[in-house]
């Protein structure tokens, strides 16, 4: 056991070091996202997530996100606790069967106008779980889904650059509309 314990002590960390961030990219995408988040939404975007169900990959991930080199708060993204404060229902996993009534919960208490993300491609269409009886296969089978972020898992930066594309939509929508 001494042994096997000094081997260990020794090897050093297993993990190897973390990918480079391109941080240009980084803030270039979040000013966009910041800049976007205007009509119709204020200056902060308030986002639920809601696990239906993931491997903890996506998750894994989402974290990333909200961690020192990403640090999404800084652009006015912030991730909340309760459907009633969110702007953004952000779905992982392929929605378990046993998790569609909670789910459907969170979006009816969530107030409009709001937004249905789902991340990662077990939430798109049930990923390595599809065609299991246990899941539904997606979010989409349970409620109106305005963005799809594929991978398995998600990069933090095609996560950040989904999130933006879709207030930019939203951003020309609302413009549209206040034309008329
Ligand atoms: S998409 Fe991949 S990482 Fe995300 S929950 Fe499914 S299996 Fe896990």
Known sequence: ?????ARTLLAGPVAGPPAPTDQETVHSLGGRLNAA??????RSLAILHVDGGSCGGCEIELRAVRRAVYDLQRFGVSFVSTPRHADVLLVTGPVTRNLVEALEQAHAATPDPKF???VGDCAVDGGVFKGSYAVTGGVGA??????????????????????????EAN???EATVSSR
């Open 1 to 5: 056991m001494w042994r096997l314990l």
């Open 37 to 42: 988040m205007q009509p119709g939404l204020g």
């Open 116 to 118: 249905v993300v789902a």
């Open 171 to 173: 951003a020309r929508r």
């Open 142 to 167: 349970t409620l109106p889904v305005d963005l799809l972020i594929g991978g398995c898992p998600p990069t933090p930066d095609r996560i950040l650059a989904g999130l933006r594309a879709l207030l």
